[in-house]
């Protein structure tokens, strides 16, 4: 059984409304399941190099700061696209709950998830509301370290652990500063919005790889 205890307040919110009380058998299965429509990297999805760069997908995260949650927490595109999207309906067949609580809950995931879908290389940054599961599709695809990329998707735990299961949080790595800190693109930061922030690594850990274009 997951730990609610191990989750930031949100992601604990999210749990609660998603019914995410889950079992780790029930939760984190890689296969059908999966954060994106191939079920390995040895697909021909997963394997093939797509024509957008690192560069391409910052773009366009970084297009979004300031776009800011309604009192609610809800009211953003990421979420209204989550929402609408076929990997709602597979994720709360997954947790439990009902799709429309997604409209209100925490969205980082679904944002670095949104600017995949826009960037058009959904297959390789994959979808996810979850960020335990999102951390863990990465991993079982073979697109999981520790090196601070641009254009990385990167894993938070408030508290400084190394588990996967202790993840509060979600980002895209901007760069590696080279002074023990990254800067980053995250959605539901600070005051519910897109920002860019400076993150200390001791709190990374670790980073998905997307494939892009050389």
């Known amino acids: ?42 697909t021909a999805a997963a394997k093939k190099a797509p024509g957008v760069t690192a560069q391409d997908l910052l773009e366009i995260a970084e297009s979004q700061i300031g776009v800011t949650e309604n009192a609610s927490g809800g009211g953003t595109k990421f979420q209204s696209w989550y929402v609408s999207s076929q990997r709602a309906r597979e994720t709360v067949e ?31 940054v994959g979808w996810d ?27 938070f735990d408030w ?10 949080h979600v980002g895209l790595v901007k760069k590696d500063n080279g002074d023990g800190t990254i800067t980053t693109i995250e959605g539901n930061t600070g005051n519910g919005k897109v920002e860019q922030r400076v993150r200390p690594k001791a709190e990374v850990v670790g980073y998905g790889y997307p494939r892009y274009a050389a």
């Open 94 to 124: 997954r947790d439990g709950g009902n799709v429309e609580a997604y409209a209100d809950a925490p969205w980082c995931a679904m944002f670095v998830s949104w600017v995949g879908e826009q960037a058009g290389i959904r297959p390789t």
């Open 129 to 155: 509301a979850y960020t335990v599961t999102y951390a863990k599709w990465f991993e079982a695809n073979g697109r999981w370290g520790s090196e601070a990329t641009p254009g990385a998707v990167v894993f």
């Open 159 to 168: 508290k400084r652990g190394d588990s996967l299961y202790g993840i509060d």
């Open 1 to 42: 059984m997951i730990s609610l205890a191990r989750l930031s307040t949100r992601s604990r919110v999210l749990a609660a409304a998603l019914g995410a009380g889950v079992t780790a058998g029930a939760a984190l299965t890689a296969g059908a399941l999966l954060p994106g429509p191939e079920a390995s990297a040895g």
